[in-house]
């Protein structure tokens, strides 16, 4: 069974930092692409950030370039997300997801969620003062 399991959410102030990660299991990982999307209340879900399978390529949205950086440790079966200066736009519940056909720009393009199958339960992000 395939399952993904998001970790590191939590309440940070503005201009702090988290680190997200993302662990995978029930699949070879090592094949797959993984995203990570972001929900805010009322907001479509949107692709924040994804990685190719072997990590040698990644995608950001423009909101969140030089802040945020993707990276994957294929041994551990994991994603992550670190997130530096942390914006009160940037609350929003964050899911990842699998893909094995697909690329990186093409995983993250806007409505491209509808077409992923393989999500985790989601780990919230609140930045508040």
């Known amino acids: 069974q395939l399952t993904l399991v998001e970790s590191g959410g939590g309440l940070v102030q503005p201009g702090g930092s988290l680190r997200l990660s993302c662990a995978a299991s029930g699949f070879s990982f090592d094949y797959y692409a993984i995203g990570w999307f972001r929900q805010a209340p009322g907001k479509e879900r949107e692709g924040v950030s994804c990685i190719s399978s072997s990590g040698g390529s990644t995608n950001y949205v423009d909101s969140v370039k030089g802040r945020f950086t993707i990276s994957r440790d294929n041994a551990k079966n994991t994603v992550y997300l670190q997130m530096n200066s942390l914006k009160p736009e940037d609350t929003a519940v964050y899911y990842c997801?699998?893909?094995?056909?697909?690329?990186?720009?093409?995983?993250?393009?806007?409505?491209?969620?509808?077409?992923?199958?393989?999500w985790g339960q989601g780990t919230l992000v609140t930045v508040s003062s």
């Open positions: 997801a699998a893909s094995r056909i697909t690329t990186v720009q093409a995983m993250c393009a806007k409505g491209a969620y509808r077409y992923l199958a393989v």
